[in-house]
C-alpha cells in the first residue's frame, strides 16, 4: 500500500526554526516533492529530493533518507507569512503520479 | 505569464446536473493531472494524462470522465453530480520526469446540493 505520514499540526514562534518530518512507505519512489499550502489557495512548489541528503534553497531546506522512508522540511528565520499548511508528496515509480501526505498546519505567532 | 487556468473558481450546481471545469495550461506541459481536496483527507488524484488522447484513472476516479484532445487543455466531467462530490478541485500540470514539479490551478470550489 502507499502511505505517508506528517504530523497533523505545528506551532512556531517568529525567528524560530521548525521542521516538519514525512514518512512515507510507496510500492515505487521516484522523488519527493515539498509543497506550501495557504488555506484556500492552490499548492506551490517548494523543494525536491531525489537522491539521499539535504537540499537547501534559501529559508527553506529539505532532506531525504531513502533508506529510511523520511524526509523533512526545515524553515528558518520563521515569518508570520509561513503559516501555512506544508504537504509531502512522493512520485511514484512510474512518473505519473503525486501521493500527498494529509499536510502539516503550521502556525506561526509573535 | 506561465499558469495553469480552472473555470469556474465556484460553483453550486443540484444532484443529477452535468457539469464541465475547464483546465487550461499554457507551458506546452505533456502531463495534466486533476485532484480533488477534502479536510482530512489530503489531495487524491481523479485522473491523469501524459499527453494528447492518452489519459488513466488515479485513485478516486468513479463519477468523472476527462478528456485530453489538445495538449493545453484537460476538462473534468461530472455527469450526474452528487452531494459526496462536494470538494475543492486542482487542475495541475508539468514536463514529465526529472525535477518537474507540478504547477497548480487556482482551484473550484464546488457544492453538489
Known amino acids: 500500500g502507499q502511505n505517508i505520514d506528517q504530523p497533523t499540526e505545528m506551532t512556531a514562534t517568529e525567528g524560530a526554526i521548525v521542521q516538519i518530518n514525512c514518512t512515507y512507505q510507496?510500492?515505487?519512489?521516484?522523488?519527493l516533492f515539498w509543497y506550501q499550502q495557504h488555506a484556500g489557495e492552490a499548492p506551490t512548489f517548494l523543494s525536491y529530493?531525489?537522491?539521499?541528503g539535504l537540499e537547501e534553497k534559501g529559508r527553506f531546506s529539505s532532506f531525504l533518507s531513502r533508506s529510511k522512508g523520511y524526509s523533512y522540511l526545515l524553515l528558518k528565520e520563521l515569518q508570520m507569512k509561513d503559516s501555512a499548511s506544508y504537504l509531502c508528496?512522493?512520485?511514484?515509480?512510474?512518473?505519473?503520479?503525486?501521493?500527498f501526505g494529509k499536510g502539516t498546519t503550521l502556525s506561526v505567532s509573535s | 505569464e506561465a499558469q495553469v487556468t480552472q473555470n469556474p473558481r465556484y460553483l453550486i450546481t443540484v444532484t443529477g446536473k452535468k457539469l464541465t471545469v475547464t483546465c487550461s495550461q499554457n507551458?506546452?506541459?505533456?502531463?495534466m493531472s486533476w485532484y480533488r481536496q477534502d479536510p482530512g483527507l489530503g489531495l487524491r488524484q481523479i485522473y491523469y494524462?501524459?499527453?494528447?488522447?492518452?489519459?488513466d484513472k488515479g485513485d478516486v476516479p468513479e463519477g468523472y470522465k476527462v478528456s485530453r484532445k489538445e495538449k493545453r487543455n484537460f476538462p473534468l466531467i461530472l455527469e450526474s453530480p452528487s452531494p459526496n462530490q462536494t470538494s475543492l478541485y486542482f487542475c495541475?500540470?508539468?514536463?514529465?520526469?526529472?525535477?518537474?514539479?507540478?504547477?497548480f490551478g487556482p482551484g473550484t470550489r464546488l457544492l453538489v446540493l
Open positions: 495541475a500540470s508539468s514536463l514529465v520526469g526529472g525535477r518537474e514539479t507540478q504547477y
Open positions: 510507496t510500492s515505487g519512489f521516484n522523488g
Open positions: 529530493n531525489v537522491l539521499d
Open positions: 508528496a512522493v512520485r511514484n515509480q512510474a512518473g505519473t503520479a503525486l501521493i
Open positions: 507551458m506546452n506541459h505533456e502531463y
Open positions: 494524462s501524459m499527453n494528447v488522447e492518452v489519459t
